[in-house]
């Protein structure tokens, strides 16, 4: 195995100790979830080599480094692919290390589009002695081909992070999206990619998205405003209690190392209920009104505790509330539900807020090579008549998950998941406080009354090229509304019309360099109702640097 060059190892040796030191203070910016970085780290933890708390995401890129250097010490132990990819990270990593580094920081004015030794190549990057800077360029272009139609997109933007002092990080990207054809998704209403707020006609929709995080940290926690997608547990497609599905909201987020055994994450969420403010609604000099929406609001406080090595379980409850921000929700250590009768009226039905609770136990190499998981959500539930089928109020989910690595011969990736969701969860009788962010789910993209099984074999050829297949079964029955959803009882599940959707998927993914990426897929996807059945094929090619 070819050992990178002597600067290089003493810089690793001494970044090392300073990450063992519990006194020690590293500036906090987050690595955005495209990045491969964490398909990789969750393999190794998977060996073993590592252990990872990854059940609130995004993680800061100090953490990612972190656990790099830890695989590095252990070198030995990598296969010569994971010893490559390692490589491969860590010079992404070159720029955070020479700022956290205090023994040895090299400083520089601006570089534009350089190389340097043990680093990657950089559009523009600056380190000072206070501050230090990145910034590179976003570029995509997609073409997907549907039912015989062609459909393009194209992706422009930028996106930044960097470091000011000893302990303030940030980040921030902007892109704009143009997407026109005659097949192209105008809602993404029943889809995994990421839900939009645009504008549409009827060959195109454009849309922006931003995406800002600035973060203060110290020795044991660290506090972050933003906006972003906080997401919250496992899935391979789609996640039980938050998702990547609805579009970037607001946040402030608060995560705290109780101890080497005890995490803790509250965030508070500024949604868009897409519910008309009737007291906002003004006129205008055009004969049109000026509305606002009704303010919507979700938080949510979490713990994650280590049982034992590779045996995690995290439990946390949500509520979503709307009209004003409210003091009793943004309190860390509180009980919302109880909270939430405080805040409603006495004797009557509680309608000021809408509470959830969730909990994940997760397991990483007991197994050998092999993670299990499972989630467990709940918006309503009642005990009292949970035994009995025709009064029972069960508006529950729930998602399990296997995944093994190196079996059955190194590099191969086999992973399955099951979801299942019952009648009603999500739903709210109050429109402002459905489980939802502009029109889309928080929480799985498959929604109410549906369930969906998935498994995923996955070759990785060399550092970087990955060929996998992927079949998926996904059933839907009816959706139902506020008014179902509060005299709810017994409700069987995929009651309605069922819609059935088999799809197998062969898919091509390529990180080039850092950040560029080349993705090709091929879609061919059965759908059933009733007795009606369609088959349709669908491929996408994909070139896109940085996102």
Known sequence: MKLINSKYTFLIFIISLSLCNNNSIAQVAYEPTYKTSYEYLTRMSQRGLIELDDVVLPLSRYVVYQKLTLLYIQRDKLTPLEWNELQFYLKDFYFDRNFIDTTKQEKYGLRFLKWKIDDRLRPFASIKKNYALNIQPILGGRFQNTAGSTNFKRTTGFAMYGYLHKRVGFGFSFTENNENGQ???????????????????????????????TTYNWNWGQFTVGQDQVQWGYGYRGKLVLSDKAPNYPFMRLDLKINENISFNMTNMWLSSFVIDSSQVRPTSTNTNQIDFVPKYLSTHSFNIKVTRGLNFAFGESIIYNNRLKLGYLLPLSFFRAQSHYDGELGKTNTVSNSQFFLLLNSRNLIPRTQLFFQFFVDEMSFSKFFNKDLMRNQTGYQVGFNIYNFPI??????????????????????????????????????????????????????????????SIVR???????????????????????????????????????DLFLRARVDFQNQQRYRYSANSKSWIINLSYGI
Do not use: C
């Not at 990421?194 to 995080?213: C, D, M, P, R």
């Not at 019952?422 to 962010?437: C, N």
């Not at 009651?495 to 959707?501: A, D, E, H, L, P």
């Open 183 to 213: 097949t192209i998704d105008k809602t993404r209403a029943f889809s995994p990619e990421t839900g939009f707020l645009g504008t549409k006609s009827a060959k195109s929709i454009q849309y922006s998205e931003v995406k800002t995080n």
């Open 410 to 471: 190194r590099n191969l990736t086999l992973l399955t998941d099951y979801t299942r969701i019952r009648p009603l969860a999500y739903v709210h009788f109050i429109p402002a406080q459905t489980y939802a962010s502009g029109g889309y789910l928080l929480g799985s993209w498959i929604g109410p009354n549906a369930d969906q099984w998935i498994s995923s074999m996955q070759y990785r050829i060399i550092r970087g090229l990955k060929i996998s297949g992927d079949f």
């Open 476 to 514: 839907k029955g009816d959706v139902g509304d506020g008014y179902l959803q509060q005299s709810e009882r017994g409700t069987k599940f995929l009651y309605g019309t069922q819609n059935i959707f088999n799809t197998f998927s062969g898919k091509l993914d390529f990180e080039i360099t850092h």
